[in-house]
């Protein structure tokens, strides 16, 4: 069964800071893979998908990679701001299965 | 706007009183699915279904049940809910599953049972 890894599980950084947050998984048979915020209490937001054909995403000051091979996705914030503090949550839709398989999350703190 | 919607978003209720959380999406989405969300444990399928009339169980299907009768709606039915099913809900939808395009969740129901 696929197994999502998100890590750190939490991380508090500057204002300003450029910053990385990783995502792994098991299985490299996949379709795509998702990044999610959640603010808290709240709802899925999607930042960016990348294809398994992929290597990369970019929407604004977020960039999204991905190696299919080693299982492994990252997500990467420049110039972080206050507003970017939420939870950031990986998710694998995986080939063969009916079903999204998510990390555990990243929950980010930016200090102004 | 595309979306799917939930409602309510936030429900309480009493154990054995029985709910329906209902789930809408306008995209024409043939794919649905519950998720449920709980500390530590992240987001688990409840259930999911691949079309209308087409219904699966997912990872935590006990003490759930699910209907597809149109392709928009997608309700949750708890029979008799126990406290042990408070959490926070997500519905979502998706296209046919060729990787191009990814799921689009729903905001969110947050249900106490007391």
């Known amino acids: 069964k696929q197994e999502v890894t998100q890590i750190p599980a939490a991380l508090s950084v500057p204002e300003g800071e450029n910053l990385v947050l990783n995502c792994s998984f098991t299985?490299?048979?996949?379709?795509?893979l998702q990044w999610f915020r959640q603010d808290p209490g709240k709802g899925l937001t999607s930042l960016l998908l990348i294809q398994s054909s992929q290597r990369e995403q970019t929407s604004g000051r977020l960039n999204a990679s991905l190696d299919k091979s080693s299982g492994r996705s990252t997500l990467y914030i420049a110039a972080s701001q206050p507003g970017d503090s939420a939870t950031y949550l990986c998710?694998?839709?995986?080939?063969?299965?009916?079903?999204?398989?998510f990390g555990t999350g990243t929950r980010l703190t930016v200090i102004p | 706007e595309a979306q799917v919607t939930q409602n309510p978003r936030y429900l309480i209720t009493v154990t054995g009183k029985k709910l329906t959380v209902t789930c809408s999406q306008n995209?024409?989405?043939?794919?649905m699915s519950w998720y449920r969300q709980d500390p530590g444990l992240g987001l688990r399928q409840i259930y999911y279904s691949m079309n209308v009339e087409v219904t699966d169980k997912g990872d935590v299907p006990e003490g759930y049940k699910v209907s597809r009768k149109e392709k928009r709606n997608f309700p949750l039915i708890l029979e008799s809910p126990s406290p042990n099913q408070t959490s926070l809900y997500f519905c979502a939808s998706a296209p046919p599953r060729t990787g191009r395009y990814g799921y689009t969740f729903g905001s969110g129901t947050r249900l106490t049972v007391v």
């Open positions: 299985d490299s048979a996949i379709y795509n």
């Open positions: 995209m024409n989405h043939e794919y």
């Open positions: 998710a694998v839709d995986q080939t063969g299965a009916n079903n999204l398989f």
